[in-house]
């Protein structure tokens, strides 16, 4: 069930945050910053259009026909996307895969909350989270190389067969979890009455600010700045995305030791706060030498949040709320993903990259006050 869900999970965070990648290839053939920003930005806005949906669908139906549904029509819509010419088509390809994407997003977090207990969950999440930078992490090595050799719509074929993969898996492999006898006390809205999970929400959305700046324009940073090339550039932010695996891994082990997900992840917040003003008084002063270890620093930390709010939020919502605790959750996550390319694009345009990197520590440090007060086992 676990390797099932990442794998789902890693084609979704390939279709959805491996486009960006694409910057490099849709600048060269004339597309402004912005526009092309915009252009790859669409996967993220189909995937905030549908995740509370596909959140609700979990709830009522299971996992295993969600996760199958969604995956085939990312393959689906990867294969159209890269066989048409037409912009719009294109376009409309590239935001039904997107919503696709969303459907692995409560389901497969679902399957491992169901299948492990809660002194190993953690872990268990923690490994599950890493289909998000594993997919960052195949998209950076593979589709910059794929689209500088064969072209956009070649690259495009990459998260398309890994979606592929994943359909086949889970239509094969994955079995809903069980759950436990339903009375009416377990369907209470747990966002009635309580501000905890609205807060987990607030700081996860914060916390996304540092974590998209780095992904969508990293690369750039170091092609356009440093002089890197977009292999080479590639290569390193692959590298900073299996750190930020084993990040998350660490991260969900810490909060099984110590019986609290909401300590470590005030803690992350904190750090992501630190490395982030780090890089970007390094990046503006010029001392590359320096920057680029900040900025794979500040990689790794900034997605080490991710599991534990993931785990903390279906844990409190419980099992017959979780898939729309979860869908809201990522909504709000995804909203500043899709919204992060074109804004902070604009403003790189005008500014440079060293007021992006500032832009998203201050939105990070906005984050720390408002994680609650962490409860033990």
Same mark, same amino acid.
Request: proline share 6%.
């Given at each position: ?25 849709? #600048? ?15 996967? #993220? ?36 996307? *890269? ?80 979606? *592929? ?6 239509? *094969? ?54 002089? %890197? ?24 082990? %810490? ?37 680029? +270890? ?46 992060? +390319? ?20 201050? *939105? ?14």
């Amino acid at each position: 069930m676990l390797a099932l869900g990442v794998l789902a999970q890693t084609s979704s965070a390939t279709f959805v945050h491996g486009t960006p990648f694409l910057l490099p290839a849709l #600048t060269d053939r004339g597309d402004s910053l912005a526009a092309a920003g915009a252009l790859v930005a669409l996967p #993220t806005v189909g995937l905030v259009c549908t995740l509370i949906a596909w959140g609700y669908v979990v709830d009522r139906i299971g996992e295993r026909i969600v996760l199958v549904a969604g995956t085939t029509l990312m393959f689906a819509a990867g294969v159209g996307a *890269a066989l048409v010419e037409d912009p719009i088509a294109f376009g409309v390809l590239l935001f039904l895969g997107g919503v696709g994407a969303a459907s692995s997003n409560g389901a497969s977090g679902r399957v491992i909350v169901g299948w492990f207990p809660p002194d190993r969950r953690g872990l268990a999440m923690g490994i599950r989270q890493t289909a998000q930078p594993l997919g960052v992490g195949v998209g950076a090595l593979t589709i910059p190389w794929v689209a500088d050799r064969y072209g956009i719509a070649a690259a495009l074929l990459v998260p398309a067969l890994l979606a *592929a993969a994943g359909a086949i898996g889970c239509l *094969a492999g994955i079995v809903d979890p069980p759950r436990p006898p339903t009375k009416a006390a377990d369907r209470t809205n747990p966002y009635r009455g309580d501000s905890t999970l609205w807060r987990i929400h607030a700081v996860s959305i914060l916390l996304v600010f540092p974590q998209a700046t780095l992904w969508t324009f990293g690369l750039m940073w170091l092609h356009r700045d440093l002089g %890197w090339s977009p292999v080479a550039a590639g290569v390193l932010m692959t590298v900073t995305q299996l750190l930020g695996a084993a990040g998350r891994i660490g991260a969900g082990a %810490w909060s099984d030791r110590v019986g609290n997900r909401l300590g470590p992840l005030r803690q992350v917040a904190v750090a992501a706060v630190l490395s982030m003003v780090a890089l970007a008084v390094a990046a503006g002063t010029g001392w590359g030498w320096i920057a680029v +270890p900040l900025m794979v620093a500040a990689s790794v930390i900034s997605v080490s949040d991710n599991g534990l709010a993931f785990t903390a939020v279906a844990e409190i919502a419980g099992p017959f709320w979780s898939g729309r605790g979860l869908g809201i959750q990522n909504t709000g996550q995804n909203l500043v993903l899709a919204a992060i +390319p074109p804004a902070f694009g604009a403003l790189i345009s005008v500014s440079g990259y060293p007021t992006a990197f500032a832009f998203a520590a201050v *939105a990070a440090m906005a984050a720390v006050p408002l994680v609650p007060r962490g409860t033990g086992r």
